[in-house]
């Protein structure tokens, strides 16, 4: 099949070029608006609560839109009550509710209500007055023009002494996605002349290292494209862009480093160019293919989780492996027929080591590590084991306004609605109550009072905001017999701005603003919500449907959609994994072994995450923000990536060990063999990741910088401590049960091979 593939390439060599550019160019221009089409949601878990909750707010009220902001006004001259600052202040408001980009549905709040009733929408300096505004903008629109608008508004006003902010979560998903491309165009000025020189050094040659970005070009050219148009028919995260070119780019050097590596060593034995590529797609090809296949198998088992953000992921991932795979294989292939020996060009004049060298300078690593394997697993584990220990206290959660750095306009206007109106402000917990009947008519409408002030009573509760005290000011008794039209209509402008505000136009929906004291991500205010759940489950009643939402909500039914999805996710991955290499190494031990020792690294990569970013070990030094937690979606993304990632290097080193030990090699001399024909190219490959994780981890933000140095950590770890004494031990140990296989005759008794004849196989 490599050969027929080779032949074909070779005969339509010109035309497969012409296509391939043509669809490069095709792919990049369709990548260029792949920044606006992306959604900063995705966390909505379909059916929960917060999920209901944002939906049922989103039509049927005066001033409540598809998507909603605070409008924030600082004058830094005048202070609230002075005429000065009612104009000033007044007329700011009115030319952004005026944007016609905005789209206004209604706002309630300081520029509506009469001076009598503005306390509570002025801040403790008062220099600040808050309105809420409702958007017709949906929220992947909302993320799209408000981060423009808030920087038109900045530069307009703050020449006046006008500090102007749009507080929402459209701003500040907006304001995420500008970092992160421009962290990703960082990563990308880091990473490129960092891969380049890594490149130079493993193939001392300047044309393999140019031409091992053909890979990279076009896995990542193409899934960009493909993810834009995607993008503009499903909601794909933001964090798609950042991940896929992340994992695009290690994978597919690596890719290129193998075929490459293989082709050249082919050309040095005197095969011409085609018999070259042959022999290259029937060893490197396969292990390229199947190491993405790994991936991409590992990678599906996340659409087990309920989660746009983590599906999101997923699948640019998928994608960009795909990709990846078949450039490898049919790309390059067509790249490498043209040049031929051309590859070879730009030689550096640097000393190599050759193969008989480094072949046994791994070698006796591996022996040593052999002679004494209980000792040195021994070691081996309990360090590792020791990394892992912090893991025990991993937190997850989703990022808050922190991950937005201190001086953007977005984080600005967050920090000062906090500092002026309470910590939990900025994001209101929301309690959605729904009645089958009109509320001035409905039976248990008491109940309603009864969870309003049962949550003013909770810990952690600053206030709620409700219509409830507007209406009793009128009717004591029995405040929603107000919301009878005729009497309604008789109520003071500002209690029916306040009601209209709160209270559907069918009065058959009321929502409860719950004001939280600390951070939507914050212990205390995961707390409160599990008491709002708890307290309004309690005191619900039959006609009435209520539902607790708001950033808080939302991040804690993020978390158990993690949560309940992991099991499913761990149990088919492990099985697909499992049923790999049962059926590529023909033994029932090695796919538990490689399993087992996985799961190990994975424990102290989450070990060394806890301790960066939970405990603040070391982050002032890499230069992380701390914020107390990991990123809900790290821990089961960095499941999934590291265990075919890993594997990939396990399938690498065993199937040399297995050539060895079929041709007659003892145990020993198999492992010692296949390690010196290995480990070269692994810590080159590994090298790769870490280098381009570590650019993505000190250049992203906070979620993908937990990602980049989860994945460096793992890949350093994996190609050490694990290939180099934890395989080589446990190998040792395991001896001819390495490949047991029940039903299999067993084989001639081993060659014992001295050190010169392994030395020997090593030079072939």
Same mark, same amino acid.
């Given at each position: 099949?490599?050969?027929?593939?080779?032949?074909?390439?070779?005969?339509?060599?010109?035309?497969?070029?012409?296509?391939?550019?043509?669809?490069?160019?095709?792919?990049?221009?369709?990548?260029?608006?792949?920044?606006d089409?992306?959604?900063?949601?995705?966390?909505?878990?379909?059916?929960?609560g917060?999920?209901?909750?944002?939906?049922?707010?989103?039509s049927?009220?005066a001033d409540r839109?598809?998507?909603?902001?605070?409008l924030?006004?600082r004058?830094?001259?005048?202070?609230?009550?002075?005429?000065?600052?009612?104009?000033?202040?007044?007329?700011?408001?009115?030319?952004?509710?005026?944007?016609?980009?905005l789209?206004?549905?209604?706002?309630?709040?300081?520029?509506?209500?009469?001076?009598?009733?503005r306390?509570k929408?002025?801040?403790?300096?008062?220099?600040?007055?808050?309105?809420?505004?409702?958007?017709?903008?949906?929220?992947?629109t909302?993320?799209r023009?408000?981060?423009?608008?808030?920087?038109d508004?900045?530069?307009?006003?703050?020449?006046?002494?006008?500090?102007?902010?749009?507080?929402?979560?459209?701003?500040?998903?907006?304001?995420?996605?500008?970092?992160?491309?421009?962290g990703?165009?960082?990563?990308?000025?880091?990473?490129?002349?960092?891969?380049?020189?890594?490149?130079?050094?493993?193939?001392?040659?300047?044309?393999?290292?140019v031409?091992?970005?053909?890979?990279?070009?076009?896995?990542?050219?193409?899934?960009?494209?493909?993810?834009?148009?995607?993008?503009?028919?499903?909601?794909?995260?933001?964090?798609?862009?950042?991940?896929?070119?992340?994992?695009?780019?290690?994978?597919?050097?690596?890719?290129?480093?193998?075929?490459?590596?293989?082709?050249?060593?082919?050309?040095?034995?005197?095969?011409?160019?085609t018999?070259?590529?042959?022999?290259?797609l029937?060893?490197?090809?396969?292990?390229?293919?199947?190491?993405?296949?790994? +991936?991409?198998? *590992?990678?599906?088992? #996340?659409? !087990? @989780?309920? %989660?746009?953000?983590?599906?999101? &992921?997923?699948? $640019?991932? =998928?994608?960009?492996?795909?990709?990846? +795979?078949?450039? *490898?294989?049919?790309? #390059?292939? !067509? @790249?490498? %027929?043209?040049?031929g020996?051309? &590859?070879?060009? $730009?030689r =550096?004049?640097m000393?190599?080591?050759?193969?008989?060298?480094?072949?046994?300078?791994?070698?006796? @690593?591996?022996?040593?590590?052999?002679?004494?394997?209980?000792?040195?697993?021994?070691?081996a584990?309990?360090?590792?084991?020791?990394l892992?220990?912090?893991?025990?206290?991993?937190?997850?959660?989703?990022?808050?306004?922190?991950?937005v750095?201190?001086?953007?306009?977005?984080r600005?206007?967050?920090?000062?609605?906090?500092?002026?109106?309470?910590?939990?402000?900025?994001?209101?917990?929301?309690?959605?109550?729904?009645?089958?009947?009109?509320?001035?008519?409905?039976?248990?409408?008491?109940?309603?009072?009864?969870?309003?002030?049962?949550?003013?009573?909770?810990?952690?509760?600053?206030?709620?905001?409700?219509?409830?005290?507007?209406?009793r000011?009128?009717?004591?008794?029995?405040?929603?017999?107000?919301l009878?039209?005729?009497?309604?209509?008789?109520?003071?402008?500002?209690?029916r701005?306040?009601?209209?505000?709160?209270?559907?136009?069918d009065?058959?929906?009321?929502?409860?603003?719950?004001?939280?004291?600390?951070?939507?991500?914050?212990?205390?205010?995961?707390?409160?919500?599990?008491?709002?759940?708890s307290?309004?489950?309690?005191?619900?009643a039959?006609?009435?449907?209520?539902?607790?939402?708001?950033?808080?909500?939302?991040?804690?039914?993020?978390?158990?959609?993690?949560?309940?999805?992991?099991?499913s996710?761990?149990?088919?991955?492990?099985?697909?994994?499992?049923?790999?290499?049962?059926?590529t190494?023909r033994?029932?031990?090695?796919?538990?072994?490689?399993?087992?020792?996985?799961?190990?690294?994975?424990?102290?990569?989450?070990?060394?995450?806890?301790?960066?970013?939970?405990?603040?070990?070391?982050?002032?030094?890499?230069?992380?923000?701390?914020?107390?937690?990991l990123?809900?979606?790290?821990?089961?993304?960095?499941?999934?990536?590291?265990?075919?990632?890993?594997?990939?290097?396990?399938?690498?080193?065993?199937?040399?060990?297995r050539e060895?030990y079929?041709?007659g090699?003892d145990n020993?001399?198999?492992?010692?063999?296949?390690?010196?024909?290995?480990?070269?190219?692994?810590?080159?490959?590994?090298?790769?990741?870490?280098a381009?994780?570590?650019?993505?981890a000190?250049?992203?933000?906070?979620?993908?910088?937990?990602?980049?140095?989860?994945?460096?950590?793992?890949?350093?770890?994996?190609?050490?401590?694990?290939?180099?004494?934890?395989?080589?031990?446990?190998?040792q140990l395991?001896?001819?049960?390495?490949?047991?296989?029940?039903?299999?005759?067993?084989r001639?008794?081993?060659?014992?091979?001295?050190?010169?004849?392994?030395?020997?196989?090593?030079?072939?």
């Amino acid at each position: 099949m490599s050969e027929r593939l080779i032949r074909a390439i070779a005969r339509l060599r010109w035309p497969l070029l012409a296509v391939w550019l043509v669809a490069l160019v095709a792919a990049g221009v369709a990548a260029l608006p792949i920044a606006d089409r992306l959604s900063g949601g995705g966390w909505y878990v379909p059916g929960s609560g917060s999920q209901q909750a944002i939906t049922a707010t989103q039509s049927g009220f005066a001033d409540r839109g598809a998507s909603d902001l605070t409008l924030l006004v600082r004058d830094e001259r005048n202070a609230a009550g002075t005429p000065a600052f009612d104009q000033r202040v007044g007329q700011a408001m009115r030319q952004v509710i005026g944007d016609k980009r905005l789209a206004v549905v209604g706002s309630y709040g300081w520029l509506d209500l009469s001076p009598a009733a503005r306390g509570k929408f002025v801040g403790k300096d008062r220099h600040t007055a808050i309105t809420l505004v409702g958007l017709k903008l949906d929220d992947g629109t909302a993320r799209r023009v408000l981060p423009g608008i808030q920087t038109d508004i900045d530069h307009r006003f703050a020449p006046q002494g006008l500090r102007v902010s749009l507080v929402s979560a459209g701003t500040l998903w907006g304001e995420i996605n500008t970092l992160s491309q421009k962290g990703l165009q960082t990563a990308e000025l880091i990473t490129f002349p960092l891969l380049l020189v890594i490149l130079l050094l493993l193939y001392r040659g300047i044309a393999s290292a140019v031409v091992s970005f053909v890979v990279s070009a076009t896995a990542i050219v193409f899934t960009l494209g493909l993810m834009s148009v995607l993008a503009q028919h499903f909601e794909l995260s933001i964090f798609v862009e950042n991940a896929a070119t992340m994992i695009g780019l290690g994978v597919s050097v690596d890719y290129s480093l193998f075929i490459i590596s293989r082709y050249t060593d082919e050309l040095a034995r005197g095969r011409d160019r085609t018999a070259a590529l042959a022999a290259t797609l029937r060893t490197s090809g396969k292990t390229v293919t199947f190491s993405g296949l790994i +991936v991409i198998l *590992a990678m599906s088992s #996340l659409f !087990l @989780v309920d %989660l746009n953000v983590i599906q999101s &992921i997923a699948l $640019g991932i =998928l994608v960009v492996v795909a990709f990846a +795979v078949l450039a *490898a294989v049919l790309v #390059l292939p !067509l @790249v490498l %027929l043209l040049l031929g020996d051309r &590859i070879l060009w $730009g030689r =550096l004049p640097m000393q190599r080591r050759g193969p008989e060298e480094q072949g046994r300078r791994w070698r006796n @690593v591996a022996r040593q590590i052999m002679r004494r394997p209980v000792l040195f697993l021994v070691v081996a584990i309990v360090a590792m084991v020791a990394l892992a220990s912090p893991s025990l206290g991993l937190r997850t959660f989703t990022p808050d306004a922190r991950i937005v750095p201190e001086s953007s306009p977005v984080r600005q206007g967050y920090d000062a609605m906090r500092e002026q109106f309470g910590p939990g402000s900025a994001s209101p917990n929301e309690v959605v109550i729904s009645s089958d009947t009109p509320l001035n008519t409905a039976r248990d409408s008491g109940r309603i009072l009864a969870v309003r002030d049962e949550l003013a009573r909770l810990p952690h509760v600053t206030d709620v905001n409700s219509p409830v005290d507007a209406l009793r000011a009128v009717s004591p008794a029995r405040p929603f017999a107000a919301l009878d039209p005729a009497v309604f209509d008789r109520l003071p402008a500002d209690a029916r701005a306040t009601v209209n505000h709160f209270v559907s136009s069918d009065r058959r929906t009321i929502v409860l603003e719950v004001i939280a004291d600390n951070y939507a991500s914050s212990a205390p205010s995961r707390d409160l919500v599990a008491a709002m759940r708890s307290t309004v489950d309690r005191l619900g009643a039959p006609g009435l449907h209520t539902v607790v939402g708001g950033e808080t909500a939302e991040g804690i039914d993020a978390n158990s959609a993690i949560s309940d999805g992991l099991p499913s996710v761990v149990a088919v991955m492990l099985v697909v994994i499992y049923v790999l290499l049962l059926i590529t190494f023909r033994s029932v031990l090695l796919p538990i072994k490689a399993i087992l020792i996985n799961l190990l690294s994975l424990g102290a990569t989450y070990g060394a995450l806890v301790l960066v970013f939970q405990h603040s070990s070391g982050a002032a030094l890499f230069g992380f923000q701390q914020f107390g937690y990991l990123q809900n979606f790290v821990p089961i993304l960095l499941l999934a990536i590291l265990f075919s990632l890993s594997t990939d290097y396990e399938v690498f080193l065993l199937h040399r060990i297995r050539e060895e030990y079929d041709s007659g090699a003892d145990n020993t001399s198999s492992v010692a063999t296949g390690m010196a024909r290995t480990a070269p190219l692994i810590s080159g490959a590994a090298l790769l990741m870490v280098a381009v994780f570590g650019a993505f981890a000190f250049t992203g933000i906070m979620p993908i910088q937990q990602l980049g140095f989860g994945l460096a950590v793992a890949i350093a770890l994996d190609a050490t401590i694990i290939r180099l004494v934890v395989v080589p031990a446990a190998m040792q140990l395991m001896g001819r049960w390495n490949w047991w296989l029940p039903g299999r005759p067993d084989r001639p008794a081993p060659v014992v091979r001295t050190q010169e004849s392994e030395e020997s196989v090593v030079r072939s």
